[in-house]
Every structure is written in structure tokens, then in C-alpha cells.
């Protein structure tokens, strides 16, 4: 689904620029200081991955259902 990236969630697996799939772990809000930047951070044993953007902009989301 696509959602503003305002609206992704801890737990979301995103799909980055490039097609790669995170599982968002945290959330850094005013990247570099500016409000309007956000950034999707992997954080696990196997990777670490850090994806920049910008709070308005789509981003493509695949959630679980609940169940």
C-alpha cells in the first residue's frame, strides 16, 4: 500500500527507492535538524540500514493484517 511517510508505522516493512525491504525498528523525526525530514531505521543482528525522507512524500508499505 502506499501511505505518506508521516503515517509509516514500527513493525512496517518498507520498500526503499532502490526496491530493498526494511522492517522499520525506529523512526528519527527533524532529520538534521529540519522538521520536515524523517528517516526509517533497520536496526537488527543481520543489518543496519537507514532510509532518508521526506515527511509528505508516498512510500510503499507492506503491513500484516491483523489476525
Excluded: C, H, Y
Excluded at 47 to 60: F, G, I, N
Aim: glycine share 8%.
Amino acid at each position: 500500500m502506499t501511505v505518506q511517510a508521516k503515517d509509516v508505522q514500527l513493525g512496517d516493512r518498507l520498500l526503499g527507492p532502490s526496491g530493498d525491504e526494511i522492517t522499520v525498528t525506529r523512526i528519527d523525526n527533524a532529520l538534521l535538524g529540519r522538521a520536515d525530514l524523517i528517516a526509517f531505521v533497520e536496526d537488527s543482528a543481520v543489518r543496519w540500514v537507514k532510509v532518508p525522507s521526506t515527511l509528505d512524500a508516498e512510500v510503499q508499505v507492506i503491513r500484516d493484517l491483523p489476525g
